[in-house]
């Protein structure tokens, strides 16, 4: 049987930030394995868009990403 989130939750819903901080929390955590399954997981099974997860992976790295990506310092 296949889950999926509920309305609110989806792209563009009224609790969707509630989906985002999660997702962030869940990436900085080492307990849940290494960041190509969790890249997996939130994109594939929770629907994050690639925008959406990269713009949290910025954020669970206190903006490293954005810097390392751009040279920006």
């Known amino acids: 049987m296949s889950r999926s989130l509920k309305p609110e939750f ?23 394995g290494l960041q190509g399954d969790k890249h997996a997981f939130l994109v594939d ?3 994050l868009s ?3 997860y990269l713009s949290c992976l910025n954020q669970a790295s206190n ?3 954005l810097k390392a990506a751009t040279g920006w310092d």
């Not at 997702?23 to 849940?32: C, G, L, Q, S, T």
């Open 50 to 52: 690639q925008t959406e």
């Open 63 to 65: 903006g490293a990403f």
């Open 45 to 47: 099974k929770v629907g």
């Open 10 to 32: 989806q792209e563009g819903g009224s609790r969707r930030q509630e989906i985002l901080d999660k997702a962030v929390e869940y990436i900085r955590d080492p307990k849940f």
